[in-house]
T-cell receptor, first 117, second 116 residues
Framework: DAGVTQSPTHLIKTRGQQVTLRCSPK?????VSWYQQALGQGPQFIFQ???????QRGNFPDRFSGHQFPNYSSELNVNALLLGDSALYLC????????????????FGAGSRLTVL | AQSVTQPDIHITVSEGASLELRCNYS??????LFWYVQSPGQGLQLLLK??????LVQGIKGFEAEFKRSQSSFNLRKPSVHWSDAAEYFC??????????????FGQGTILTVHP
């Protein structure tokens, strides 16, 4: 049973460019959450998608946007990249239909390491 | 606003020694509590979770944690550390009610080094 898969593993962009990161959730999971982990920090919640809509959002600017597809996979887009966007971007999935006890148990992918030069 | 504090940025122990990683949280109500582990180049793996009931919870890899409501703490322990436990450990809190499922707040992490 495949867990959460993310692509690409690593990528390098320059300031001002745009990036798209992709995530396939664990089988049976319908909710995808994205986290940003800067070097030496804990993950920070960006936003969450369920039923192809943004369900909740953390304190991130509108440059960060996302999408969820009918097969539950998701994309994270970041526009106008800044040096400070360099981080490990983690995707996590969960089964929201199981209620709080299930929906709060996140399965994380290995992440996409973004470097902005 | 909720917050999680892990006071120890880096801990070094000898293999076979006991381990305790500290975690304190600030939350409006009783939260769900988690410990995750992250090895270099890897994502986060769930070690254990506390939702309700017995305040001493058992997890994978021989880890356990104790929820102390009076101290707003959820410390992680292991009686005998193995070299393979070297990693970064994160404490996290999440909502026990409402609709903010899956929106976890993480601490800064504690890096564990194990000496042979």
């Amino acid at each position: 049973d495949a867990g959460v898969t993310q692509s690409p593993t690593h990528l390098i962009k320059t300031r001002g460019q745009q990036v798209t990161l992709r995530c396939s959730p664990k089988s049976g999971h319908d909710t995808v959450s994205w986290y940003q982990q800067a070097l030496g920090q804990g993950p920070q919640f960006i936003f969450q998608y369920y039923e192809e809509e943004e369900r909740q959002r953390g304190n991130f600017p509108d440059r960060f946007s996302g999408h969820q597809f009918p097969n539950y996979s998701s994309e994270l887009n970041v526009n106008a990249l800044l040096l400070g966007d360099s981080a490990l971007y983690l995707c996590a999935s969960s089964p929201i239909r199981q209620g709080a006890s299930g929906a709060n148990v996140l399965t994380f992918g290995a992440g996409s390491r973004l470097t902005v030069l | 606003a909720q917050s999680v504090t892990q006071p120890d940025i880096h801990i070094t122990v000898s293999e076979g020694a006991s381990l305790e990683l500290r975690c304190n949280y600030s939350y409006g109500a009783t939260p769900y509590l988690f410990w995750y582990v992250q090895s270099p180049g890897q994502g986060l793996q769930l070690l254990l979770k506390y939702f309700s009931g017995d305040t001493l919870v058992q997890g994978i890899k021989g880890f356990e944690a104790e929820f102390k409501r009076s101290q707003s703490s959820f410390n992680l322990r292991k009686p005998s550390v193995h070299w393979s436990d070297a990693a970064e450990y994160f404490c996290a809190v999440g909502p026990a009610g409402g609709t903010s499922y899956g929106k976890l707040t993480f601490g800064q992490g504690t890096i564990l080094t194990v000496h042979p």
